[in-house]
């Protein structure tokens, strides 16, 4: 009798076996009835003819490229993919053309203003985008959402989120704890937003692999970003050096989205604003896309774009 085993090194075992009951598993052996299916951890052995043992991997390969993509797996799908030659997005609308990627459990991630979907189609014309507009606009988590897509379709080998820790003068030496507890309330928001969009165990391995790096805008000088997503958040805190310093690292097949708020700038009095700057500077520049949002685009609590328009009212009156 020959063997084959299957390491499973990317789905979590309980979601893609199907519960507590192994469902999925189930389901597999429905549809391979002369073979014995053993699912332990994340191995699993089938025992059986050569032949059947060819299909059984190919279609095990089929369900595992779903789990990849939608981090989720549920019986319904298993079927519909082994009882179907074609390569299809099983579980997603056709015509919700506005899902940017599936995120954690399945969620699914989408563009849910204009101009968050302008700063979508934006990212796939121009290597660099800028997106700017108040807090709560979307900017940050939609640029994370098009970073996790282009990483799932192999657009890019890495993703690079970086900020201006302006609050402690990038210089967070008298902070207590290692680097990395000195600069997690900074990098929060990013860690968030990836929480969202990647299953725990899996972003776990890509940062500790440095697939994806999180890291203070001090930390980006003299490197060359290869085939990166890279994200600059928080961009209006920038200095004229940070951001021409940031905006040089751009290497081959590379795409660079920046973002921030001029609204909200915590540099000292007197220094210009790296972001407002750069889209002063780099306007007729080919190739950059530009989208600013507005407070049409914010969706957090319904009580946060009365905020906005109030303090708007006040810094008129001013």
């Known amino acids: 009798m020959n063997e084959l085993t299957i390491q499973l090194t990317e789905v979590n075992p309980t979601i893609f076996y199907g519960g507590s009951r192994n469902k999925n598993i189930a389901t597999l052996k429905k549809y391979f009835p002369k073979l014995k299916i053993v699912a332990r951890g994340n191995t699993i052995t089938a025992y059986g003819e050569e032949a ?28 519909q993919i082994l009882t179907s030659n074609q390569e299809d997005d099983f579980g997603l609308d056709p015509s919700d053309k506005q899902i940017i990627v599936h995120g954690a459990g399945g969620k699914m991630v989408r563009a849910q203003t204009p101009n968050q979907a302008k700063m979508v189609e934006l990212i796939k014309t121009n290597d660099l985008v800028f997106a ?18 282009a990483l799932k379709e192999k657009q890019v080998k890495r993703i690079v989120l970086t900020r201006p820790a302006v609050e402690a003068g990038e210089n967070l030496g008298f902070l207590p704890g290692d680097l990395k507890e000195k600069l997690d309330p900074y990098m929060q928001p990013l860690y968030d937003a990836l929480r969202d969009m990647i299953p725990p165990e899996k972003l ?51 795409k660079f989205v920046v973002t921030g708020d001029p609204g909200q700038i915590d540099l000292p009095r007197r220094v210009i604003s790296g972001l407002k700057e750069a889209l002063l500077v780099l306007s007729d520049v080919k190739g950059i896309g530009v989208v600013y949002l507005d407070d049409r685009d914010v969706i957090r609590h319904q009580l946060v774009k009365k905020v906005i328009e109030a303090y ?3 810094e008129h009156h001013n």
């Not at 059947?52 to 298993?78: A, I, M, P, S």
């Not at 640029?143 to 996790?148: P, Y």
């Not at 692999?209 to 805008?217: C, D, F, L, R």
């Open 312 to 314: 708007k009212k006040t």
């Open 52 to 79: 059947l043992l060819e299909e059984f991997e190919r279609q095990l390969d089929r369900l595992v490229l779903h789990y990849g993509k939608y981090n989720t797996l549920d019986e319904t799908t298993v079927e």
């Open 132 to 149: 700017v507009g108040p807090a709560g606009t979307g900017k940050t988590y939609t640029g994370v959402a098009l970073a996790v897509k």
């Open 204 to 254: 776990a391995n890509y940062i500790e692999n440095g697939i994806i790096q999180i890291a203070p805008m001090a930390f980006m000088r003299g490197r060359t970003l290869d085939n990166a997503f890279v994200i600059l958040d928080e961009a209006q805190n920038t200095t004229h050096n940070q951001m021409k310093m940031f905006l040089t690292r751009m290497g081959k097949h590379a």
